[in-house]
C-alpha cells in the first residue's frame, strides 16, 4: 500500500534589484564607456588624407579610419552588453535589452564626436594650411559620401555597437537556466508528490 508523501516547495531565489536607479547607472557607465571607447579610436586611428579647398575639405581616402572606429564599436558593443546583462540583473528582458541597445547607439555618436575632438590634437590643424595644398587630417566618420565610389550612407556606424550588444546579450539569455532569467520574480518549481511507501503496523 501507498500513500502521497509530502512533498516540500522548491527553494525560492531572492528577486534581483529592480529599481529605476539601476538602470539608469547601467545606461550612465555603459555612456561614459562610449567616450573612453572614442579616446581609444582617436589614439589608434591612422590619419586621412586630404584636400584644403576654398572653402573646405575634401577627404580623399578614410576607409582605414571608419574601419578602426567599427572594430573599436564593435568591441564596445560586446562590452556594453555584458556590463547591461550584470549590472542591471533585475531588468533582464525588453527592458534591460532595449536600455543597452538604444544607449549603444548613442554611445557610438558620443564616441565619435569625442573621439574626433580628441584626434584632431594630433592631426594637421585644417586651418593652417594652404588652399590646394594635401595634409593628414582627422578620418571623417559621418559617411556622407566621404568614401570614393560608395554610397552615402551616415548611419552605418551606429549599428556596429547595438549588433555585437545584441548577439552579447542574446547568448547570456540562451544560456541563462531560468525561466525568469535570473531575475528571481517567478514562482519556485513544486515537484508532483511522489507516492511513499507505508510500512505496515507490527503485530500486537
Not at 566618420?141 to 555585437?164: M, N
Amino acid at each position: 500500500m501507498t500513500a502521497p508523501g509530502t512533498v516540500s516547495a522548491g527553494r525560492r531565489r531572492h528577486p534581483a534589484h529592480r529599481t529605476p536607479a539601476t538602470l539608469a547607472a547601467c545606461a550612465v557607465v555603459i555612456g561614459v564607456l562610449a567616450v573612453v571607447a572614442g579616446g581609444l579610436w582617436a589614439v589608434i586611428t591612422p590619419s586621412m588624407s586630404a584636400l584644403k579647398g576654398a572653402h573646405q575639405v575634401y577627404p580623399i581616402d578614410s576607409v582605414a579610419g571608419v574601419s578602426a572606429f567599427a572594430f573599436v564599436m564593435l568591441g564596445y558593443g560586446a562590452l556594453a552588453g555584458v556590463l547591461g546583462w550584470l549590472v542591471a540583473p533585475g531588468w533582464r528582458g525588453l527592458p534591460g535589452y532595449a536600455t543597452v541597445v538604444l544607449t549603444t547607439v548613442l554611445g557610438s555618436g558620443i564616441a565619435g564626436w569625442a573621439g574626433t575632438l580628441i584626434a584632431a590634437r594630433r592631426f594637421t590643424d585644417p586651418d593652417s594650411v594652404t588652399v590646394g595644398a594635401l595634409f593628414r587630417a582627422v578620418p571623417q566618420l559621418w559617411l556622407d559620401g566621404a568614401t570614393r565610389g560608395t554610397p552615402s550612407g551616415p548611419w552605418v556606424l551606429a549599428i556596429c555597437a547595438p549588433l555585437t550588444a545584441t548577439v552579447v546579450y542574446l547568448v547570456f539569455a540562451l544560456a541563462n537556466r531560468h525561466g525568469d532569467l535570473g531575475v528571481g520574480d517567478a514562482p519556485p518549481e513544486t515537484p508532483a508528490p511522489q507516492p511513499v511507501p507505508v510500512q505496515p503496523a507490527p503485530p500486537a
